[in-house]
């Protein structure tokens, strides 16, 4: 089983000797850095958590503040809000040696090209979504000009650093995915071209998901997305053997796939999970058969980065109680939405909805550390 957990406060320094990955879901967004050894920090994506004071902070720079070292680099996989919200901040405050996008060399486009490409053709229906994405890719041209480097795309096979610490790109394969990088509704279709990371580091290996699916969400049957996790696992069929997972698009069904997320014949893999609860989802589903229910077919442990509908402070919940806990409320009730209680957003310290998980080069787990907010469920 994997090791007891023990509050994030404890970790006091990174060991060098160890890989580490923190992973950051406060509700509606995700961050997550990566410390690797003799790189230093590699931040993927980015959001922002509401403090007791009002004002927003990043959970990736409090985090480097707290653990000073390299930014080797700043990915951002795809242009969606819960993604891309203070990537511009980010990029700004750390000044990082390299920024990453999904995308390919000219002439086919990367995801600034893309980005900038759509919302010159027409403003964005979401006016806050287009704002943010838009700060993105201005601050990524910033850092370009201030630099003088360039945006590194992101495609299968892309390698970001070489061994004895290796960081390949999975995702998203540019052939399959052009059509989208090439069109007017890269924003819609965001998650299509989703990267998806592999790191390596002697028998370890870490898998980030991003928000890639494998079938269209939008639909009663199931239709493949091409440049999805079927072909990614066809591609790739050892990502399946991966001693960490940063379970895609918040464990919704349409991101699950058998080969990546089978069982295991001794369960010490850590497999986290970031929310994203809105008008429209509430992820990942506590249902049956849905969500944490399928994730625990193969993982009898998952860890949840935060559960907005539930008291913080509980460091493991039963997914029965879970369920149970996220109380059904009366019609007149506003804070509604689809049958279930929406709390209002309580104030967070920077990482208190966090994982940080530490790996030996064996691809063993040697601890876990949660934040406030962090729970681990079970059966």
């Known amino acids: 089983m994997l090791p007891p957990s023990e509050p994030l406060g404890a970790l006091t320094r990174l060991d060098p000797r160890r890989l580490y990955l923190f992973a950051v879901g406060p509700t509606r967004g995700e961050a997550l850095a990566v410390r690797l050894p003799d790189v230093g920090w590699r931040l993927i994506d980015c959001c922002r958590v509401k403090a007791a004071d009002g004002s927003e902070v990043l959970p990736q720079e409090a985090l480097v503040e707290r653990f000073p070292g390299p930014i080797a680099g700043a990915l951002l996989t795809h242009p969606h809000h819960d993604h891309v919200d203070g ?36 403003a964005s229906r979401d006016c806050q979504v287009a704002k943010q994405v838009r700060a993105a890719a201005v601050a990524i041209r910033q850092w370009e000009a201030r630099t003088q480097r360039t945006v590194t795309p992101l495609r299968t096979g892309t390698s970001l650093w070489t061994p004895p610490v290796s960081v390949v790109c999975r995702a998203p394969d540019t052939t399959v995915a052009r059509p989208l990088l090439q069109g007017s509704d890269v924003a819609k279709r965001a998650n299509e071209l989703s990267a998806v990371l592999e790191i390596q580091w002697g028998g370890t290996r870490v898998v980030l998901g991003g928000d890639l699916p494998r079938v269209e969400t939008n639909r009663q049957r199931e239709v493949p997305i091409p440049s999805g996790w079927e072909l990614v696992m066809r591609q790739r ?3 399946g053997e991966h001693a960490g997972l940063k ?45 944490l229910d399928l994730l625990h077919l193969a993982e009898p442990c998952v860890m949840v980065t935060r559960e907005p509908r539930v008291a913080a402070g509980r460091a493991v919940w039963s997914l029965p109680a879970l369920r149970s806990s996220v109380r059904r409320p009366a019609a007149a009730n506003p804070l509604v939405a689809r049958g279930k209680v929406l709390t209002p957003d309580a104030p967070l310290a920077p990482l208190d909805a966090a994982w940080a998980i530490a790996l030996d080069d064996a691809g063993c787990i040697v601890a876990r550390y949660r934040g406030g907010a962090a729970f681990d469920v079970v059966p």
């Open 247 to 291: 379970v895609p698009h918040h464990a919704s069904w349409a991101a699950m796939h058998l080969s990546l997320m089978r069982p295991a014949p001794a369960p010490r893999r850590a497999w986290v999970v970031t929310p994203l609860h809105n008008g429209r989802n509430h992820l990942p589903s506590l249902d049956v058969n849905d969500g």
């Open 87 to 122: 990537f511009a901040d980010l990029i700004d405050r750390l000044r990082p040696e390299r920024v990453m996008v999904s995308g390919g060399d000219p002439p086919v486009r990367h995801l600034v090209d893309a980005v900038e490409a759509a919302l010159a053709a027409a």
């Open 237 to 239: 069929p050892e990502l």
